[in-house]
């Protein structure tokens, strides 16, 4: 089976569509901030909102082993830290429990999965995952990216609040892409919501290159995804 591309809709298009939504957003906003409503009214009103009309992306980056840099600025993370992990807490009530993510860490690592964590006064504020040598990604919108050759992919990146703005991502990508080119990994990927401007910057400044995007379209509750590729990046994927 392969990717189609041929049927898909031209993203300007679709992306013209946000306007409209973007007014209604902005008087649901107006109105319930002058009636004093709490912000998690709001936040599920725009939620039930976007998922009658919107459009969303998830971009994927790559960058070959030959690329990767050679600083070290990052050995107060640890690889593969069960005692760290034992530390996690969740910072709000729509984070998983203890239990569930305990036993999702388990399960990754099992998989082969690796684990970067940092922890500080007995909670963990960072981390992130690693797979290698796999030929397929997801997304957040439950897309399936197929790489043309055996590839690592590092994903599932956490920054708790309180802990975000002193590097922790940048280290850790640094990291694992020092890890994964060391064990023989020739090419790496990295995806990330087109929305979320900060990781955004973190992934393109250590030098990822934009490889595909996966788009999710919502229409009154009905989700239709495809995905699009950068010029120089395969146009087909047999998966």
């Known amino acids: 089976m392969k990717i189609p591309l041929l049927d898909t809709p031209d993203v300007a298009h679709v992306l013209s569509g946000r306007t409209g939504i973007a007014s209604r957003v902005s008087e649901i906003r107006r109105r319930v901030s002058s009636r004093g409503l709490a912000p998690a009214l709001l936040a599920a009103l725009q939620g039930r909102l976007a998922r009658c009309w ?34 996690y807490r969740p910072f709000s009530a729509d984070e998983m429990s203890v239990e569930d993510f305990l036993s999702e860490a388990v399960q990754r690592l099992e998989q082969g999965q690796h684990v970067y964590t940092f922890a500080a006064d007995g909670v963990l504020l960072h981390y992130s995952w690693l797979i290698a040598q796999t030929r397929r990604a997801g997304s957040d919108f439950n897309h399936e990216f ?5 590839a690592a992919v590092l994903w599932s990146d956490y920054t ?18 020092r890890d994964a ?16 401007t900060v990781s955004r910057h973190n992934i393109e400044k250590v030098g990822f290159r934009y490889w595909a995007s996966g788009w999710i379209q919502y229409r009154f509750g009905r989700a239709r995804r495809w995905i699009t590729y950068a010029p120089s990046a395969p146009r087909e994927i047999t998966r």
């Open 181 to 196: 080119a060391a064990a023989g990994e020739t090419s790496m990927f990295i995806g990330v919501r087109a929305d979320n």
């Open 146 to 150: 197929a790489f043309p050759d055996p």
């Open 54 to 87: 919107s459009v969303r992306e998830f971009r994927m980056y790559g960058l070959s082993a030959s690329e990767v840099s050679k600083t070290e600025s990052d050995g107060d993370l640890r690889r593969d830290a069960i005692d760290d992990l034992l530390l």
């Open 160 to 177: 708790r609040p309180g802990a975000r703005g002193r590097g922790l991502q940048t280290r850790s990508i640094h990291r694992r892409l």
